[in-house]
């Protein structure tokens, strides 16, 4: 009788799917837009948005979306959504994923980031609804702005304490901002630290941008007294600025006779 029974049911689930596929018209999967959601050295947030249109006359529930993500053409990973809610009527609805890449995966990536200085990537699941997989997918590339020291200006001097503004130029060749949590830099001089900082929630728009990061030495730790300063006024300076995203060094001499008298 149980036998007999889930028979009857697998026949008629069999059945319903197939009535549903004879009359319901598989919605339409596109690719929208992509972003870069939150940055920091322990996590990278990818948001691809896809838009489904339902061509039908009543609305459709979207059960979950399946996805896979690979990097270079390795899996990264994989997951399931909950359900997402309801298409509408000869209507279309916006599915943006949230694709998290967590420390275990970063570390590995990250190396690759920095000598390729890109990274191409592929997105692609289902949309599920009423029995009915819809699939999607995406591949694109992922380019690592380049990073250009525009300038270094001095913008008071003294022998106690010397101000900097390091100006530095970004390129994003991507079509997205590029959100960094974290932008950390420091200056030393022969293997001292003189000075480090951070700048957080920055953002990379499209194209050039430019980053201002100022910094603040004490000449009075690197000279004894005034005069041994006017002896001897050049101060070698290395600059590291790093993010997730980045790193950047650069090095450049100030003769410090020209600011203070």
Known sequence: MFKKLMIVTTVTMLSACSVIKDYVKQPDVNYKSFAIGEVSMDRIELNPTFNIANGNAFSLPINSVTYELSLND????????????????????????????????????????FKERKLDYQIKGNVNSLGLAIP??????????????????????????????LSVDVDNQNDFSLPLDDVNYSVSSKGSELFKGALSSQKITEGKSNLQLPLTIKPSD?????????LSPELPLHFEITSPLFTKSYDQTINLSSFIR
């Open 74 to 113: 390795e899996k990264m990973l994989d997951g399931e959504t909950d359900a997402i809610g309801t298409l509408p009527a000869n209507g279309n609805k916006d599915v943006s994923l949230s694709l998290a890449l967590t420390k275990e995966t970063l570390t590995s990536l990250q190396q690759l980031l």
């Open 222 to 230: 690197m000279f004894s007294n005034v005069f041994a300063l006017l």
């Open 136 to 165: 999607f997918e995406r591949s694109a590339t992922i380019y690592i702005p380049e990073v250009s020291i525009a300038d270094l200006k001095v913008v008071n001097a003294s022998f106690s304490q010397l101000d900097i503004i």
